[in-house]
C-alpha cells in the first residue's frame, strides 16, 4: 500500500514538474499554445490561488500523512515529501535557486515560486508573441 | 530638507508606477505595450537581481536626518499603508495577488486582456 501513495506523490510531484514547463516554454510549440497560456492557463491558476488552500501542497500533505507511521518514523511529512522531490533532477534545481533568495524568512522577490514562475511564463510567452510569432505588433 | 522632498518624490514615483503596472493599459495601447514589453520584465529583473524593491530600499534609507524623521512621522509613507490594505484583503488565499509579483501578474493579465477587448491589437 505503501508503495502506491509514494507513486501517487511522485505522479503530483511530475504534473506539477511538466506543468510549469508546459506553461514557461509551451509558447515554443505553437502560437495556440503561447496564446492559451497567456490568456487562459495562467488567469486560471491565479484564480485558483486565490483559494485559501493550495491544491498541490495539500494533495502531498495528505498522501504521505496516509502512509507516515509516526511511532517508527522520525522524518516529518515536508521532509518526505521533499525526499521524494528531490528524485527528480528540476525540483533539485528549483530549491537551489529559491535558498539564494530565502532571506530572514521573507521570499517575496523569488523568481521560481509560484507567483515568480507565473510571471517568467508571462514575459517568455508574451515575447514569443511578438517576436516569433508576429501576433503583437 | 533635500531628504524631506526626495521622500515625498519617491513615495508619489512609487504609487504612479504601481498604479501604472495595474491600470495603465486601460488608458492607452502604447502603455499597455510599454507595461508588458519594457516595465513588467524589468520590474521582475530587479526583483531577481537586487533580491529587494529598489524604491523602497530608497524610501527606507532616506530616513537619515532627525529634522525628516519628524517630517516623516507628519507624512506617513502612504504606499505602506495602501500595501498593508491590500494584501490584509487576500491574506487567506494561497498565494496573495497584492504582493509585489502577485501585483505584476495582475497587471500582465489587465493589459493583455486591455489589448484584446479594448484595443484589438492581439
Redesign the interface.
Known amino acids: 500500500m505503501k508503495e502506491i501513495y509514494i507513486f501517487l506523490l511522485k505522479l503530483i510531484i511530475i504534473i506539477q514538474m511538466f506543468g510549469a514547463l508546459f506553461i514557461l516554454f509551451g509558447g515554443i510549440k505553437s502560437v495556440e499554445y503561447a496564446k492559451l497560456n497567456v490568456m487562459v492557463i495562467i488567469p486560471i491558476i491565479v484564480l485558483i490561488n486565490l483559494l485559501p488552500i493550495d491544491f498541490f501542497e495539500t494533495s502531498k500533505k495528505y498522501i504521505v500523512s496516509k502512509y507516515i507511521d509516526y511511532s517508527n518514523d522520525n522524518k516529518t511529512a515536508e521532509e518526505i515529501i521533499e525526499e521524494n522531490s528531490n528524485t527528480f533532477i528540476l525540483p533539485k534545481i528549483h530549491k537551489i535557486i529559491s535558498n539564494r533568495y530565502f532571506v530572514d524568512n521573507i521570499n517575496t522577490f523569488n523568481p521560481v515560486t509560484y507567483q515568480g514562475i507565473l510571471v517568467l511564463a508571462l514575459i517568455i510567452n508574451v515575447y514569443l508573441l511578438k517576436y516569433k510569432w508576429n501576433l503583437i505588433k | 530638507m533635500a531628504n524631506n522632498s526626495m521622500f515625498i518624490i519617491i513615495m508619489l514615483l512609487h504609487f504612479i508606477v504601481w498604479f501604472t503596472v495595474i491600470f495603465g493599459a486601460m488608458f492607452s495601447s502604447t502603455l499597455a505595450?510599454f507595461n508588458?514589453?519594457y516595465l513588467?520584465?524589468a520590474t521582475?529583473l530587479s526583483?531577481?537581481v537586487?533580491?529587494?524593491?529598489i524604491l523602497n530600499v530608497f524610501e527606507s534609507n532616506l530616513s537619515g536626518d532627525k529634522e525628516f524623521n519628524i517630517v516623516k512621522e507628519k507624512i506617513p509613507n502612504f504606499n505602506v499603508s495602501l500595501y498593508e490594505f491590500t494584501t490584509g484583503l487576500?491574506n487567506?488565499?494561497?498565494?496573495n495577488?497584492a504582493?509585489?509579483?502577485?501585483m505584476?501578474?495582475?497587471g500582465?493579465?489587465v493589459s493583455?486582456?486591455s489589448?484584446?477587448y479594448i484595443w484589438n491589437?492581439?
Open positions: 505595450k508588458i514589453f513588467y520584465p521582475y526583483y531577481v537586487f533580491n529587494a524593491c487576500f487567506n488565499c494561497a498565494q495577488p504582493s509585489p509579483m502577485g505584476i501578474i495582475v500582465f493579465i493583455l486582456y489589448l484584446k491589437e492581439i
